[in-house]
């Protein structure tokens, strides 16, 4: 891991929307620093340094929300969510700002913009269509000795998922397809049923967008149209090495019958609820078994790639442009994968 620059640039999770009600204030380390994500009694998120610019409180340990503002728990100054002192001991504020960090909300995840250069966002994760689906079901991983490069390799290394996963018959139905930061795979395989395990292995086939290294989306249409899942794969870098690994999953149950056959008694709303946390529970158990992979792996640059790897290579020739100065990612001499 640690040949690879720690902190790509991208967006990043710190939260689940859902774990940030207005007026709540979370601190972290995140990227090698502390952070606080605020949200004000209006309902704006933001994300700013933890240390208070006045003398240097940390705004994580006893700081508050106060209308539109926070408040630092050491001499009381306020500070609006764009980083300005609004409030000093009741009288004129000084021209102190606190840091603040580009904010963005998507699918029920509070997400930050990295960039080790210091430049502003240069693109955005699309907001997606969630019509349909139930409430997100989440999982937070705080500390897994990995990076985000491998955590989203995963998604195109398609050879691990019988070795790792149990899954069988996975064929790629398109080609991988590099859109500036976006790289798009699909593909499809058989896995045992997650939700009556006694019943038949069920068919699914995957949507997979992985918009830079911290926020991949995963589209999932299992058997036929019975069922859709929507994945979301959050990994945000804390140190060098480490990574906080979230997970979600959103369910829209369109014929519940077709999954199994014992659900189709029970009332929609019910077998969404139900669905989703099983959903959860077999999604965190597979992300589980590529712990041990992850957290002992090396990485090998350049990687010696067969057949039936999958896109790891033009995944990692996509993935340089997530490191300032072009390091990291693939080997410049790596040829595409053969096919
Ligand atoms: S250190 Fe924050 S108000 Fe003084
Ligand atoms: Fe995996």
Same mark, same amino acid.
């Given at each position: 891991v640690s040949e690879l620059p720690p902190f790509p640039t991208g967006w990043y999770a710190?939260?689940?929307?859902?774990?940030?009600?207005?007026?709540q204030l979370l601190s972290g380390r995140w990227f090698g620093r502390e952070l606080v994500v605020w949200r004000s009694g209006s309902g704006r998120v933001a994300v700013m340094? *933890? #240390?208070?610019? /006045?003398?240097? *409180? #940390?705004?994580? /340990?006893g700081g508050r929300v106060e209308g539109d503002a926070v408040r630092c728990p050491f001499h009381g100054f306020r500070f609006d969510g764009d980083g300005?002192?609004?409030?000093a001991y009741g009288g004129r504020p000084p021209k102190v700002r606190a840091g603040t960090w580009p904010v963005a909300e998507r699918d029920g995840v509070v997400l930050t913009w990295f960039d080790a250069a210091g430049r502003?966002?240069?693109?955005e994760v699309p907001v997606a269509d969630s019509g349909g689906f139930g409430p997100l079901h989440h999982h937070t991983w705080?500390?897994?000795?990995?990076h985000p490069q491998e955590t989203s390799e995963n998604s195109v290394d398609l050879g691990h998922f019988a070795e790792?996963?149990?899954?069988?018959?996975?064929?790629?139905l398109a080609p991988v397809q590099a859109d500036g930061p976006v790289l798009r795979t699909r593909y499809s395989m058989t896995r045992a049923?997650?939700?009556?395990?006694?019943l038949a292995p069920i068919r699914t086939e995957f949507d997979v967008a992985v918009h830079g290294l911290g926020f991949s989306r995963v589209d999932a249409r299992i058997e036929g149209q019975a069922l859709r899942t929507r994945h979301l794969v959050l990994a945000t870098p804390?140190?060098?090495?480490?990574v906080e690994l979230r997970i979600g999953v959103a369910v829209e149950v369109r014929s519940p019958g077709q999954i199994a056959?014992?659900?189709?008694?029970?009332?929609r709303r019910w077998i969404t609820a139900l669905v989703g946390s099983l959903a959860l529970r077999a999604y965190r158990d597979d992300v589980s078994q590529d712990f041990r992979i992850w957290q002992h792996k090396r990485w090998v640059d350049p990687p010696g790639l067969?057949?039936?790897?999958?896109?790891v290579g033009p995944y990692r020739r996509w993935a340089r442009q997530f490191y300032p100065g072009g390091?990291?990612?693939?080997?410049?001499?790596m040829e595409p994968t053969p096919t």
């Open positions: 710190l939260c689940f929307a859902d774990e940030l009600g207005a007026g340094d *933890a #240390h208070c610019p /006045h003398l240097g *409180a #940390h705004l994580g /340990h300005a002192c609004v409030g502003p966002p240069g693109w705080p500390s897994l000795r990995t790792v996963h149990g899954y069988t018959e996975v064929r790629e049923n997650p939700f009556v395990p006694f804390v140190d060098d090495g480490v056959r014992p659900l189709g008694w029970i009332p067969a057949e039936g790897d999958g896109p390091v990291g990612g693939a080997h410049p001499s």
